[in-house]
């Protein structure tokens, strides 16, 4: 980071994300994640509070598109070397926006099409069911982005040969392979299960976004101290998974009461979790 860049502590501001990014100096952020809107022509609602969110764009995904732009622009410029953003979309408006992302970042800045896969109500009747969002990932500068290798799950180990102390192996050239005692390291499609209405984590945004998928990202691309910022904020999840795990966060939103709502979450968290110890040393 430049010698002129200022620490900024956490902090959560109330405006157009456009003017917050703008006062921001260069280079200040290590992480990005932005959930922007997603075009797709309707106002959602959370269950119960009655809090909606308009998603209705006159011109449709081009007024997206042109409402993006400076705010994408203005992103990259405040985004450290090493820093990394996470752009959530859905099928509607994503395709578009990569070709934006690839001529503000360049196309060498790409990293991942995260798929996040969930299960909620309801079923397709007339085409396959449409059960995933999409995650873009863009390194501010490409080969210089914070990167932790992530494992999860469980191998596959059918028909494969075990030691003496019961650990698979599968026979090779070089001699016995064995498998990552923590698991399979991640790959670009994540099985995240969604807010179901009754969920205890919601608190009455309709576009809240589970803690867990929050976590993963960050974890993934930020280290203990690192600024996290979310500039699309809602009711702050991006900033409670930050400050659970020991980061540095930034949130705006143009809405009063997800503010309001993010104020009261962030208020719950303890001051300083316990360190996390996921990434790689």
Partial sequence: MSKAVRRIDSRLRLGDNLRVLSSLPEGACDLVYLDPPFASGRVRRAPRSGHAFDDRWLGGVKSLMTFLQPRLTEVRRVMAPQATLYLHLDWRAVHYVKVQLDAIFGASAFLNEIVWHYRTGGAARRWFGRKHDTILVYARTPGRQRFNVLREGRYRTDGLKHDARGRPFKETRAGRLYFHADGPALTDVWDIPFLSTVSLERVGWPTQKPLALLERIIRASTR?????????????????????????????????????????????VADRAPPDRSEAR
């Fill in 224 to 268: 203990p101290g690192d600024l996290v910022a979310d500039f699309f904020c809602g009711s702050g999840t991006t900033l409670v998974a930050a400050q659970r795990l020991g980061r540095r966060w930034l949130g705006c939103d143009i809405s009063p009461a997800a503010i309001r709502l993010a104020k009261r979450r962030l208020a719950v």
